[in-house]
């Protein structure tokens, strides 16, 4: 069978059960892909590019003058985790993206 335009297959040996609620991902007609990582603000880099655009005036021109634009730099691997339909919409409960980083149950 041909992948509906718009969409990428996915193999059965990418399902796993809900990351959130341990039940079966394919017990709705969707579920939840989701990739995440977690990131820390450069707070030097955004000080020093307050600084510039503060001297002249605007942001626009600061940023452009700017020895840097990197805000923040990405820490670890992408986490990969599927979620059920109910869980990924936060029906039962909120889900914090922490603990789909950590792979346990919130």
């Known amino acids: 069978m041909r992948s509906p335009e718009g969409t990428t297959p996915m193999d059965i040996n990418e399902i796993e059960n809900c990351a959130s609620c341990g039940k079966p991902v394919t017990s709705n007609l969707t579920f939840y892909e989701v990739e ?24 626009a021109i600061g940023l452009a003058l700017s020895p840097t634009t990197t805000i923040a730099h990405r820490v670890g691997a992408k986490t990969r985790r599927l979620l059920c ?3 990924g919409a936060g029906v039962e409960r909120p889900l ?7 792979g346990g149950d919130a």
Do not use: F, H, K, Y
């Open 36 to 59: 995440i990582r977690q990131c820390v603000v450069d707070a030097q880099n955004i000080g020093t590019m307050r600084s510039m655009a503060g001297l002249v005036g605007s942001t």
């Open 85 to 87: 339909q109910d869980c």
């Open 96 to 102: 914090p993206v922490a603990v789909l980083l950590e």
